[in-house]
């Protein structure tokens, strides 16, 4: 039976690079293993690694489903123990691609229920899938089709029935307003965040006569000069960013940190900034300036496409604004994202005296890998945000404002 599917342009184009990927997805993270296919491991009756797999992939014993029933060892460089010197899996060479587990057969790739269509997309942590979102200079684009797809045990993410009256409405206003490009990005954002503040402030019940009017007069202020004027004159508080982000990566580093790359990136920006413990914020905050002003703003307005690239990629596999118990907290997600990414672009240009397509593709993969897939990350993150008090709009305004 065949079911309609949706997915960005890139995804067609995307395959594995094998060992010739820079950052192996078979390392730095846990890897678990679906009640189906742990059991096909244990009922294999012969094959050279049999024994490789019962040693090296061991039951969840507490918390565990069907979905996450075992899980893979990793060595003590925190890389799989299925995996060969030369970075190819033992388990697909061996036995072939259906005894891959599901982690493993699915990723980079994300499939989510939506109505009665499967989305698919790519989450940036691959390298080759970050390069395939990001630097699509003319935007990400959507194709409808039509395919025999068994997703059984595979989808991230469901809209639920109660959100789908007004789902649709609300993606597509989201991506076109992302996707705008008579404005800034930062400025696109902030008119994205007044709306979702706004809209939550109207009683669910009276979306039925209010939210169509809503989005169409917070389209308009994209192109009223006066108002995107307005915007363009928020304040500025570069203390508030640099005291955030120290709070944010001392957060991070207490529970450790295991992707060089990351690591990499994050050493340069707190160098070129000065961020540490001892540092100065005036001083933090004069760096910023600087860097920003001589290299960071020259390469972003020949390719700030690829922070609107990664914007519209969230909002599209993560069911955004749906994504968090609340819509408001969506959106503070996001650009808390957006904008620490912007943060250790702007230390890394200082630091390498400008920056480059790799450059920029190594910290969102990196980050990727490191920030997104750790879901208790996340959910500390918006913990330390509210009990701060810093989940409101005009914070949000600041972290966005250069």
């Known amino acids: 039976m065949k079911r309609e599917v949706l997915f960005p342009e890139y995804f067609t184009n995307f395959s594995c690079l094998g060992d010739a990927c820079e950052d192996t997805c078979c390392a730095g993270w846990k890897v678990n293993v679906d009640k189906a296919t742990f059991q096909k491991y244990r009922n294999i009756r012969k094959s050279v690694i049999k024994e490789e ?27 799989c123990t299925m995996l060969t010197e ?50 699509n200079e003319e935007g990400i684009g959507f194709i409808i089709d039509e395919e025999h797809m068994n997703t059984n045990g595979l989808m991230a993410g469901k809209v639920q029935a109660k959100e789908e009256q007004y789902f649709w409405d609300l993606r597509l206003f989201t991506i076109d307003i992302l996707q705008n490009r008579k404005q800034l990005l930062e400025n696109r954002l902030i008119v994205l965040g007044m709306f979702i503040h706004k809209l939550c402030e109207i009683p669910r019940e009276e979306w039925s006569t209010q939210l ?48 060089q790359r990351y690591l990499d990136c994050l050493n340069d920006m707190l160098k070129a900034l000065n961020l540490n413990d001892e540092s100065n914020i005036d001083e933090s905050k004069e760096l910023y300036k600087k860097h920003y002003d001589n290299y960071y703003s020259p390469f972003m307005k020949k390719h700030e496409y690829i922070l609107e690239n990664y914007a519209v990629n969230q909002v599209f596999k993560n069911l955004f604004p749906y994504d968090q118990p609340d819509m408001f907290e969506s959106y503070v997600m996001l650009i808390l994202n957006i ?25 969102i993969q990196s980050y990727a890998k490191t920030i997104e897939h750790n879901s208790s990350y996340l959910q500390n993150v918006r913990k330390l945000l509210q009990e701060c008090g810093y989940s409101t709009m005009a914070h949000m305004i600041v972290l966005l404002k250069s």
Request: hydrophobic content about 35%.
């Open 339 to 363: 904008s620490m990414i912007k943060l250790h672009l702007i230390g890394m240009a200082g630091q390498h005296k400008g920056l480059s397509t790799e450059l920029v593709i190594k910290l």
């Open 86 to 135: 030369d970075g190819w899996c033992k388990i697909h060479a061996e036995l072939g691609e259906e005894y891959l587990c599901n982690t493993c057969a699915v990723y980079p790739r994300i499939y989510n229920d939506v109505e009665s269509r499967i989305e698919k997309s790519l989450t940036l942590s691959c390298p080759e899938a970050a390069r395939l979102t990001l630097l």
């Open 53 to 79: 797999l019962k040693k090296n992939v061991t039951r969840i014993r507490s918390n565990s489903s069907d979905s996450a029933y075992g899980k893979i060892k990793m060595n003590e460089k925190n890389v």
């Open 212 to 259: 169509q009017p809503l989005m169409h007069r917070y389209k308009n202020i994209l192109d009223d000069n006066d108002q995107i004027e307005l915007v363009k004159n928020l304040p500025q508080n570069l203390a508030f960013q640099m005291n955030m982000a120290k709070e944010l990566i001392k957060h991070r580093l207490t529970g450790g940190v295991s992707s």
